[in-house]
């Protein structure tokens, strides 16, 4: 069991499963999946939508929530016992409360069914999450001590998820991926596991063959880095794997020791946030630095030929990455994303190669890479994988976009 916010508990995360119990009476089909609320027969209480459905809202809310830069709140109810005599009671008390705060366009279902009821509110200014949140919280509170005999509010998990959520990624913090906002990572996992289990069989088999056939190409790439300049052989750098967990990624290093990072933060920063302007519609314009001062001689050969990459078949052969996959970004790259960007480092473990890499590499703008990382995440097949590695010498060796 997973323990989310004040006592909230689910069954949901890496490992951890939503229930599918639906239950097909006459009760939530009324028409339009707006409608919140069907009757029970003969007994009166209302009942909410049921968890399926309201996952499937869940998701889409969100994509609304995307496309129309506004945000988005779910106020969670979950009761601390586990009585069943008293709980159903209780959630019928919380159903009419919640019934009662929300508006014409606001849904309420189970997130788990007789555990966590919850509140969706769409449409809000961004500029007052904060405050939305809080009176929404408050005039549940307000509302449950009207309608209720006696103070009930000590058998109540109370929790609010806000979409887009902030980010607190740094160098050596986890940034939690909130399962309650993206129920789809997690419904369908099992659905895919056995492909999973086959495309890591064939990671960790090329990476492990891969490091022994490249060893004289890795040894001697080593001599010429240790001889070019000073400073390790390796350069190690946190980067942001699947579900925004934080790893650490090698290479070979290809710039002079202490070299400024703040020249690639302010590059990737203004490209990111331009991609969707007029001035990264330009093909010329491309991810990686051109003519950084800081890279060395041989580490500009490297980079061109992109063997600086080869040591992150380590990266591989351990779990962090995949042969094939979303170029692995750097914390503060996550702190520019839209909130339709975090996808890419959410729906795939990150790869040495990719399809933005094959198709484009850094020549294209942001944005086309993030929809052609979607575009493989949302269709991963084993034939996939091996047609991008089939098509990633070609690519490297023609170099366009690298730098």
Known sequence: MLRLGNGIQTRLGVGIRFRHRIVRSGLAQEGSMRSSFAKR????????????????????????????GLAMAILLIGVRDSQRETTSGLFAVVATVLSAIKSNIDIVGWFERESIIGLIVPEIDPANLTSTCDRLESEFRKELEERSEGDVTDRLS?????????????????????????????????????????????????????????????????????????????????????????????????????ADHGIHHNYVSWFITSSDKGQAQNKNKIFKLTNDPRITPIGRFLRRTSVDELPQLWNVLVGHMSLVGPRPPLWYEVQEYKPWHRHRVMEAKPGITGLWQVSGRSRTTFDEMVRLDLRYARGQSLWADIKILLTTPAAVIKGNGAC
């Open 158 to 258: 109370i929790r609010l998820c806000a979409y887009p959520e902030p980010l607190q990624l740094g160098d050596e913090e986890r940034q939690a991926v909130d399962p309650f906002l993206y129920p789809e990572l997690y419904v369908h996992r099992d659905r895919v596991a056995l492909f999973h289990v086959f495309k890591r069989g064939m990671d960790i088999l090329g990476s492990l063959g891969l490091l022994l056939l490249l060893s004289p190409l890795l040894l001697a790439i080593a001599v010429l880095v240790k001889l070019s300049s000073r400073g390790p052989v390796l350069f190690h750098q946190m980067r942001i794997g699947q579900m925004l967990q934080p790893f650490m990624m090698c290479k070979f290093r290809t710039m002079y020791a202490n």
């Open 41 to 68: 027969e003969g007994v009166g209480i209302l009942q909410p939508i049921f968890e399926e459905e309201i996952m499937e809202i869940v998701t889409r809310e969100r994509k609304r929530t995307d496309r129309s």
